[in-house]
């Protein structure tokens, strides 16, 4: 995909809202999927992930969907706090069941919560 | 604290020098992972080891840089002759198995002037 460099997509929302943070991903034969989030400063930290025979996966206030049929993914965090402020990857892994499970991240979506 | 630990966290190096990150993944965790990450981008896969076997390189990683997981717990990576583009975010992550997540430590922040 295309770089945005320096320019995150961006996603602002109200504490209390629900906010839907969107990825596409490239390769229909990627059969694990991951969203990661990224504080400033900090390495990634797993959120929830999904696997290829699934196309909904909830987790604590926090909910991912898989559509195969036009490779995207979407995080629904529900009633979003200012700690929710953070970069959100999605990652998918290649080659899942085989000898390597390097992943494969998209672009990030900041995510600022306003108070 | 996802319990990897990478030293140093940061790494300030003029050009043409030679450095050398480490990365201690969670004891039992048999697979450790190195990525590059620049600002504004998602981390990028370099390079990957199951117990001391480097299974997997990425193009990225070219032939100044070198990763070796000695005895299958800590790893190191180096980078010779060290150029501004080398300028990241190195991240280190362990995963226990196949299919498992991967724990991601802190980063290294390297700055070559």
């Known amino acids: 995909g295309e770089s945005v460099g320096l320019h995150l997509p961006t996603l602002s929302v109200q504490e209390g809202d629900n906010s839907i943070i969107n990825c596409a991903y490239s390769n229909s034969a990627s059969d694990y999927f991951i969203w990661y989030k990224q504080e400033s400063g900090k390495g990634p930290q797993f959120i929830i992930d999904?696997?290829?025979?699934?196309d909904k996966r909830q987790g604590q206030r926090v909910t991912v969907l898989l559509n195969k049929t036009v490779k995207h993914l979407s995080l629904q965090i529900a009633a979003t706090q200012p700690g929710d402020s953070a970069v959100y990857f999605c990652a998918e892994n290649k080659n899942y069941g085989g000898a390597t499970n390097k992943l494969i991240f998209g672009t990030g979506t900041l995510l600022a919560v306003q108070p | 604290d996802t319990g990897v630990s990478q030293n140093p966290r940061h790494k300030i190096t003029k050009r043409g020098q030679n450095v050398t990150f480490r990365c201690d993944p969670i004891s039992e965790h048999n697979r450790l992972y190195w990525y590059r990450q620049t600002l504004g981008q998602g981390p990028e896969f370099l390079t990957y080891f199951q117990n001391e076997a480097q299974l997997e390189k990425s193009r990225l990683l070219s032939d100044r840089f070198s990763a070796e997981r000695p005895k299958g717990s800590f790893s190191t990576l180096e980078i010779q002759r060290t150029e501004q583009g080398d300028s990241a975010m190195y991240l280190c992550?362990?995963?226990?198995?196949?299919?498992?997540?991967?724990?991601f430590g802190p980063g290294t922040r390297l700055t070559v002037l």
């Open positions: 992550a362990s995963s226990l198995g196949q299919g498992s997540e991967q724990f």
């Open positions: 999904i696997r290829s025979n699934m």
